[in-house]
Every structure is written in structure tokens, then in C-alpha cells.
Antibody
């Protein structure tokens, strides 16, 4: 069955950096687009980044553009998100999600990893 | 890109039907049939309930249905059950620079 497992979250100081990983299994990872979505404490879901199957087409939310970088390694069935210049408002649970591709929805999600930005 | 607008909360008694609205603009909900709905129990992975406005994925109860009129999409839950108590989010493709936009979220309470 499809599994997405995020890791790499933790406590980081403002201005710091972190790399999140998402390990995929149970499907042909290289065939699918992927996204990162986050949820700040007490807030709703916020889409933050997308990558196509080959890693050649990237999109970002305005709130993270220039600070976060999405990437993937199809040989390792892994998705990544590099978080830089972190701010308090980046504190959130970060989910990776499989994009259904062409129909613009997320058909499988991981359970998320918590990033806390605090001094 | 502003979030799609949903009511903060909706409630109903077991067996009743409820409807959650999701209002966007002509840049997203109003023009494209790429509206999806997600159920989220806190601490768990969100679950896709409806895609492409009214398509129910395999395994999702037929008590869940979707529709759209103009800039507003809707999710209806019929025969409300205790297990339906959760947060629900709509999402849409958007022609803004961000590609996707989520709704503000609706907490469903089963009385």
C-alpha cells in the first residue's frame, strides 16, 4: 500500500535551516508529482510547494518563495524540502502528499513532521 | 492568493445531513473543476474524500458527495455519524502563482 513517511523535523532557531525528508513506498515514486503542505498550530492547511515527476518544474507559495527549496531523488524514492531563513510563523506540521497529477488533488498523505522555530 | 472561504463550524445530529460551503473566485473554483475535499482528524494524515468536484475515491463512503455552482463548491455529508466528526478542508487548482489554494477549514461536530 502507498506509504509516505516524513522525517527531519525538530526545534530550530530563527534564521536557521532544516531539511525535511519524505520516504515513499508502495507505488512507482518516479511517476508521480509531489507536494508539501503545512499546518501551523491552530490553523488550517497551507500548500507550500510542488515538484513534477522529473524534478524539473517547481512551484512555491509566496510565503516561502526564496527561502524553501523542494527536490527529489527518484532513485531513493524520496522527496525533500530545504527550509532556510526560518521564522516563527514557519512553525508547523509539515506533510508530504502525492499529487494525483493532471487532476490537481492529493490522494495520499503522510502523517507529518513538526518543525518548531523558536529561540 | 487568499484562502478559499469555509464556515468555521458546522454541526448536526446523527443521521442528519450537513453541507459545507467553499467559496473562491473565478481564478480557482469558479473556472476549474479541480475542487477536492479532505477530512482531517488531528494528529492523523488528512484523507481525500472528494476529487474533481464530485468524484468519490474508492473506499470513501457514499454518504459523502460534492457539487459546485459558480464560485462556490459544497461537500454534503448525509446520514451523519460520530466518526464524521473532524476538520474538513476544500482545495482548488488556481491560476495564481501558487498553483493550489486550500480553504480555511470547517470543524464538523456531531451532536
Amino acid at each position: 500500500q502507498v506509504q509516505l513517511v516524513e522525517s527531519g523535523g525538530g526545534l530550530v532557531k530563527p534564521g536557521g535551516s532544516l531539511r525535511l525528508s519524505c520516504a515513499a513506498s508502495g507505488f512507482s515514486f518516479s511517476d508521480y508529482y509531489m507536494s508539501w503542505i503545512r499546518q501551523a498550530p491552530g490553523k488550517g492547511l497551507e500548500w507550500i510547494s510542488y515538484i513534477n515527476s522529473r524534478g524539473t518544474n517547481l512551484y512555491y507559495a509566496d510565503s516561502v518563495k526564496g527561502r524553501f527549496t523542494i527536490s527529489r531523488d527518484n532513485a531513493k524514492n524520496s522527496l525533500y524540502l530545504r527550509l532556510s531563513s526560518l521564522r516563527g510563523e514557519d512553525t508547523a506540521v509539515y506533510f508530504c502528499a502525492r499529487d494525483a497529477g493532471g487532476h490537481y488533488h492529493f490522494d495520499h498523505w503522510g502523517q507529518g513532521t513538526l518543525v518548531t522555530v523558536s529561540s | 492568493q487568499s484562502a478559499l472561504t469555509q464556515p468555521a463550524s458546522v454541526s448536526g445530529s446523527p443521521g442528519q445531513s450537513i453541507t459545507i460551503s467553499c467559496t473562491g473566485t473565478s481564478s480557482d473554483v469558479g473556472t476549474y473543476n479541480y475542487v477536492s475535499w479532505y477530512q482531517h482528524h488531528p494528529g492523523k494524515a488528512p484523507k481525500l474524500m472528494i476529487s474533481d468536484v464530485n468524484n468519490r475515491p474508492s473506499g470513501v463512503s457514499n454518504r459523502f458527495s460534492g457539487s459546485k455552482s459558480g464560485n462556490t463548491a459544497s461537500l454534503t455529508i448525509s446520514g451523519l455519524q460520530a466518526e464524521d466528526e473532524a476538520d474538513y478542508y476544500c482545495s482548488s487548482y488556481t491560476t495564481s502563482s501558487t498553483l493550489y489554494v486550500f480553504g480555511t477549514g470547517t470543524k464538523v461536530t456531531v451532536l
